[in-house]
């Protein structure tokens, strides 16, 4: 018997397990709102901003078309830029607290995610390998990668500069309600 062993204080509390997207969270409801309808709003922000997304994307391919036989630089730059300001959202709204709760499920999951294509990435990548353009191939492979991180690391160190010095300029903490873009 090992008499060096605290009692137990009772038993573990369940713990709640974790969501698969913490933007599809709902976590408990507030007072007075039905179950279930914060999850319908989120689905809704996602839905209503992918749309939007995906109309930007589209207006992008329309504005400048890909041909089928040179570098896809439309699914290129919609994919950096969609990362970067993934960046930007992330500092702006993930490292604030004041930001609304639908505010990144409707920008980041349904904005971003609408407009960014990494389905379309691996199509092309796929189209470019099978004819035979494996350099082309290689560079639109690593060049989407290395740039998708880049933009994101970028454009959130960035955003931290600007804030930081937004804050020494006002004297308000970035997080202030009067600190809103």
């Keep these: 018997m090992d008499h060096h062993?605290?009692?137990s204080p009772?038993?573990?509390?369940?713990?709640?397990?974790?969501?698969?997207?913490?933007?599809?969270d709902t976590g408990p409801a507030p007072a007075g709102v039905p179950p279930g309808r914060r999850r319908w709003e989120i689905v809704g922000a996602?839905?209503?901003?992918?749309?939007?997304?995906?109309?930007?994307?589209?207006?992008?391919?329309?504005?400048?078309?890909?041909?089928?036989?040179?570098?896809?630089w439309t699914t290129l730059a919609v994919n950096l830029s969609g990362?970067?300001?993934?960046?930007?959202?992330?500092?702006?709204?993930?490292e604030r607290t004041s930001?609304?709760?639908?505010?990144?499920?409707?920008l980041g999951?349904?904005?971003?995610?609408g407009y960014t294509t990494f389905a379309t990435y691996a199509v092309e990548a796929?189209?470019?390998?099978?004819?035979?353009?494996?350099?082309?191939?290689?560079?639109?492979?690593?060049?989407?990668?290395a740039g998708a991180l880049g933009?994101?690391?970028?454009?959130a160190s960035l955003t931290r500069r600007l804030r930081a010095g937004a804050t020494r300029v006002s004297g308000r903490a970035p997080h202030d309600e009067g600190d809103r873009p």
Aim: proline residues 9%; contains cysteine.
């Design 5 to 7: 062993r605290r009692p």
């Design 151 to 155: 933009a994101l690391w970028a454009a």
């Design 10 to 24: 009772g038993p573990e509390p369940a713990a709640r397990p974790l969501p698969a997207d913490p933007d599809t």
């Design 126 to 145: 796929g189209t470019l390998l099978t004819d035979g353009r494996l350099g082309t191939a290689a560079a639109y492979l690593t060049l989407t990668l």
């Design 99 to 106: 930001a609304h709760h639908l505010a990144r499920p409707f």
């Design 83 to 94: 990362c970067a300001a993934m960046g930007v959202l992330m500092v702006l709204v993930h």
């Design 46 to 72: 996602i839905a209503v901003g992918g749309a939007i997304g995906a109309c930007a994307r589209y207006g992008a391919s329309l504005a400048w078309p890909s041909t089928g036989t040179g570098f896809p």
């Design 109 to 113: 999951t349904g904005v971003l995610g």
